[in-house]
């Protein structure tokens, strides 16, 4: 595990340091904002610990340039403001978690060991690829191999639930909740039609299928293997 830890009191700084490596883990060590900025922006660390009262950038400005920079790595803030609002402050600027000095070393590892229990933060994906099938979910178009496929809104809904899992069997039942919202099975042939719609306009013009139907059980969309 690596660590990044921006403490301009340099006591707490080397003792953190001190535990976090006794313990077997890397821990680099910053006092300034700015320098902790340019390092987190650049390294890939698995916890970030923050200090609220820094010179030059304080912390929790910091922790929203670092977030506004796309790194998403779990930050806790450790510092002696620790009024609630404070916490509340620090939570919304994108800390994880929030631990008030005077501390303990061992409440802050653990706290350290659940974030990194955590799975992962997915990211929102905005554009959707299947070979060479591709889903914009901004602009709201569909192409393959470059060419624009023109879809209706339920048949773009419903290429994107399969596209979203891609590879993975999408029953009928699923395909009735995700796409028309239904509940119940309304005894029509709706999800065939739609189905049959769809391939006509993904599939058919082109030289090998992505859209497979798997019998009595769903459908699937996935590159050839």
Known sequence: MKLLVIEDDARTSDYLVKGFTEAGHVCDAVAQGLDALTLAA?????VLIIDRMLPGLDGLSLLKAIRAAG??????????IGGVD???????????????????????MARVNALLRRPPVQEHKTVL?????????IKRTATRSGQRI?????????????????GRVVTRTMLLERVWDFHFDPKTS????????????????????????????????????
């Open 190 to 225: 709706v999800v065939e039609t739609h189905i049959s719609r769809l391939r006509a306009k993904i599939d058919k013009p082109f030289d090998v299928p992505l859209l497979q139907t798997i019998r009595n059980i769903g459908y699937s969309i996935h590159a050839p293997r």
């Open 71 to 80: 790194v998403k790595s779990p930050a806790i803030f450790l510092t002696a």
């Open 129 to 137: 690829r299947t070979a060479d099938l591709e889903l914009d979910l």
């Open 42 to 46: 650049h390294e890939p660390y698995d």
């Open 86 to 108: 404070d916490r509340v402050e620090g939570l919304e600027a994108g800390a994880d978690d929030y631990l008030v000095k005077p501390f303990a070393f061992s409440e802050l």
């Open 150 to 166: 023109d879809l209706q809104p339920r048949e773009f809904t419903l290429l994107e639930v399969l596209m979203r899992n891609e």
